[in-house]
């Protein structure tokens, strides 16, 4: 790369040095600012800049970006005001930035501005301050009790907080103001807490022949330090996470940092204590619920290496570390790994960008990996590691159906009677059941017996659903509420509404009624407060506390309950009814594999039972029999066929506006000008799966590409065409949609 700034010495004499900013707001492109003399820079420090009326934060580029634009009058360049104190990101992370933007066609600056993520990192730090004994210190003077016991406790040298020192010595504060004012005590900064530095050989783990050889070929992928990127495919229980542990230890013995990205951080405790386990410190937590300050210690410790492995959620690829050298994706199938905000990334496939730019490898495991993922692992394009069998030796669960057309439920009830069956038995054995639904609330759909009114959101296109602990009806896309109704909005018809339809809360009900003396856990993210909370309840199930967990989606993952037996799927149907997503088979069937694999896991026997009206579809199908092979097979080929992904590129363009009208007419100018092209197809417009969300009306344009072609090429021209929008008209663009 050619030097960033001419010498000085080739300048004419009075030309002023200039570097390119980017500065992190919606614009695509850097800015040339007067280096001024005293100030020095480099590519990627963060720099004070004046932008418009304000001064903000940018990051100084290694070359210029973008539309040069009219060529600005030297004497109206502007000059960097300071440089930040905050360490400078390195060039793969340039890259790394510009790649994303170029992929998702989001603009620079606003992928820049996810690597800025940590707002406390940019502020100056405050130091905190502490007292500490002066060495041969003078003569005290008065020594009270008091004076004697503070200065006893703070002769071990340590730096306290004068409030920490007083109460130790179970004095006022006054006291230890007294011991700095005689000299016998200092004032001094304390110094920021140092994560612990992860041990990679704290517990050396024996592994079965067959994980043995997995830890091996993954232990050789990290010692060839080049890009490769291997898929870890085992069952649940197959051992994963203690393998893919050992190729952190050896990313570690190497001396490079490693992130090992979890789609729902906050609440893997269990993860955590295994990761203690295996390196003998907690790694460095990375997510949403850390506090201002936390972020940008992380920020720091990832940019400086004093963070070694950082566990995190998607946005922990975003960290400026110095010198990563492994990436783990745990549950890369999730669909938490999909962003689609601001700039709409797969951290799954950014994960893959960013190994192949340092030349590391990137590990993707899952029990259900991704058609995606698949595909490249048959293709050759990833090694593949499997994992076949569970790590216990337990088998897997033996999954049944329980054909509601057959066998419904009594009326005014949603267990069938053998999975009631079922769970006495359990109950009877001393053994835990999961109920899982996954749908939170008391009844998605609130309906008029009387004039059949059915209680919409007025803000979206949805039924409001009722919330019966806290007596309200909710909206699940935009939080609208109002309290439960006493009779019909429409017809006014007292006592008329019925609840139609089960939520986890109904279910909790029946449990009630039909299990008086079983100890319930009700888990969904509406009824547990916090973190704190729900980690609780998730100790207690794992000491057997709880005999019946009832739960959404939130128990579905990465949880390890051992004494769970038997797992009953109050709806299998609910996620393949949900229109004619072509995605919808693979994540059903992902999210039924993983509830029923919570069962059985370390000494009990376990079974699934599904509920369902059509046993026989493909997805049902695979998920009774355990053929995931069959089901892969299906599914790839219905993908192949219709040339979806990954064997064809889609992109959905949505355009969104309060006017209905406004947003339909704006969608269709917009597809009029799309460019011709033989091999691209332009579908739509057409209201988007949601049409209406927030009280926008959404249409959406799909375009299917082949994958070869250069799609970002052809929506960068086809947007040059488009006429600047107007009101409140916009158009998200979403590369790769995870939903199509
Ligand atoms: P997965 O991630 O594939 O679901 P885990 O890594 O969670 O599997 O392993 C399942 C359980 O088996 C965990 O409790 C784990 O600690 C245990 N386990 C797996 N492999 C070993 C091993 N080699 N030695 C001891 N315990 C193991
Ligand atoms: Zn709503």
Redesign the pocket.
């Known amino acids: 790369m050619d030097s960033l700034f001419a010498p000085i010495d080739d300048e004419p004499r009075g030309a002023p040095v200039t570097v390119p900013v980017v500065m992190a707001v919606a614009l695509d492109q850097t800015y040339d600012y007067i280096v001024p003399e005293g100030v020095e820079v480099e590519p990627g420090c963060f720099v004070l800049v004046p932008f418009g009326p304000q001064t903000r934060t940018g990051v100084v580029w290694d070359r210029p970006v973008g539309e040069p634009g009219k060529p600005v009058d030297p004497k109206k360049l502007k000059a960097v005001v300071a440089r930040l104190d905050v360490p400078p990101l390195a060039e793969i992370t340039l890259r790394f930035a510009e790649w994303i933007a170029k992929y998702t066609l989001a603009p620079l600056g606003m992928t820049v501005r996810m690597m800025m993520s940590a707002r406390a990192a940019f502020e100056p730090v405050k130091p905190r301050f502490g007292v500490t004994v002066v060495e041969g210190a003078a003569d005290p003077g008065r020594m009270t009790p008091a004076r004697r016991k503070a200065l006893d406790i703070a002769g071990d040298g340590a730096i306290r907080a004068k409030s920490a020192l007083a109460q130790e010595a179970g004095c006022s504060t006054g006291v230890v103001d007294g011991l700095v004012a005689s000299g016998n005590l200092v004032e001094v900064a304390i110094p920021e807490k140092r994560p612990p530095l992860p041990d990679p050989h704290h517990r050396e ?4 022949p067959e ?1 043995h050889q997995a830890v091996h070929a993954l232990r050789a992928s990290v010692d060839a330090q080049n890009f490769s990127v291997t898929l870890l495919d ?9 393998v893919y542990f050992e190729a952190v230890a050896r990313a570690l013995e190497h001396g490079r940092q490693a992130v090992i990205m979890l789609p729902e951080i906050a609440l893997t405790d269990q993860f955590m204590r ?1 990761f203690h386990s295996r390196f003998g410190c907690a790694p460095v937590e990375w997510h949403s619920a850390l506090s201002g300050p936390e972020r940008g210690r992380v920020w720091r410790q990832a940019a400086t290496g004093e963070a070694r492995v950082v566990v995190g959620a998607r946005s922990a690829l975003f960290l400026p570390f110095s010198d990563l050298g492994l990436i783990i994706v745990d549950e890369e199938h999730d669909a938490g790994y999909k962003q689609d905000d601001r700039v709409h990334y797969q951290a799954r496939d950014m994960a893959v960008v960013r190994g192949n730019l340092g030349g590391f490898p990137v590990l993707l495991a899952s ?1 259900t990996p991704s058609i995606e993922t698949h595909v490249n692992a048959r293709t050759g394009r990833y090694r593949h590691v499997v ?1 076949p069998g569970r ?2 030796g337990a088998s897997l669960p033996d999954i049944t159906a329980i054909d509601l057309k057959t066998t419904p439920p009594d009326k005014g009830r949603w267990l069938a009677p053998p999975l009631v069956e079922a769970v006495a038995n359990t109950l009877a054995d001393g053994q835990q059941t999961l109920l899982f639904l996954n749908r939170r609330g008391y009844a998605p759909l609130t309906l008029c017996r009387t004039c059949g009114h059915r209680i919409e959101c007025p803000q979206c296109t949805a039924w409001l659903v009722e919330h019966r602990f806290r007596g309200r009806l909710h909206c699940h896309h935009c939080g609208f509420s109002i309290p439960l109704p006493e009779k019909c909005p429409k017809c006014s018809e007292p006592g008329s509404l019925v609840a139609c339809g089960p939520g986890v809360e109904r279910v909790a009900e029946e449990v009630a009624e039909r299990f008086p003396d079983a100890r319930v856990a009700l888990l969904s993210s509406d009824l547990v407060p916090g973190l704190t909370e729900m980690r609780e309840i998730i100790r207690s199930i794992e000491a057997g506390g709880i005999d019946i967990v009832i739960g959404t989606q939130m128990v579905a993952k990465g949880h ?1 309950f051992p004494n769970l037996a038997t797992v009953g799927i109050v709806d299998g149907d609910l996620g393949l009814a949900q229109g004619a997503d072509p995605r919808a088979g693979e994540r059903t069937f992902q999210l039924l594999h993983q509830v029923t694999g919570r069962a059985g ?1 370390a000494l009990t026997e376990g079974r699934g039972l599904v509920q369902t009206h059509m046993p026989e579809h493909p997805v049902m199908a695979a998920i009774i029999s355990g053929d995931r092979e069959a089901f892969l097979n299906h599914e790839i080929a219905t993908r192949r066929k219709g040339l979806l992904p990954p064997f064809g590129r889609l992109v959905a363009l949505v355009v969104a506006a309060r006017e209905k009208d406004v947003a339909q007419q704006v969608a269709r100018e917009i597809t009029r000008r799309a460019p011709r092209s033989e091999k691209i197809e332009v579908l739509g417009p057409a209201e988007a799966p949601l049409s209406i969300i927030r009280g926008r009306h959404r249409w959406r344009i799909l375009v299917k590409a082949p994958r070869e072609l250069d799609v970002q090429g052809y929506l960068r021209a086809w947007m040059a065409e488009v006429p600047p929008l107007k009101g409140d008209v916009r158009v998200s663009i979403d590369i790769d949609p995870y939903s199509f």
């Open positions: 783990m024996e592994f079965t994980q085992g069952v649940t229980g197959s051992g994963k996470t203690e295994r029990a994992l790590y216990s390890h896991r």
